[in-house]
């Protein structure tokens, strides 16, 4: 009874350090996952500021650039 109790004891705490390291994987698969969405999120914000930047610079240089529309004269 002895031999089939530490079998059984054996396997279980086999089980138990598979299932540890598996709940560790996740974890580090799960915080490298959280970390990449940031770096995205922070890029996508910087390459929106830069975006929104430009489109003013450009609405801007468009109205120091309007002049009323000349009349082209006839020949």
């Not at 003013?56 to 240089?61: R, S």
């Amino acid at each position: 009874m002895s031999k089939t109790s530490d079998d059984a004891r054996e396997r279980a705490e086999a089980r138990f350090q598979e299932r540890q390291k598996a709940d560790q994987s996740d974890k580090q698969a799960k915080a490298e996952h959280e970390a990449q969405a940031r770096a995205v999120d922070l890029k996508t914000s910087r390459l929106k500021a830069l975006r929104m930047a430009r489109e003013a610079a450009d609405k801007e240089a468009e109205a120091k650039n309007e002049r009323p529309p000349t009349k082209k004269k006839r020949t």
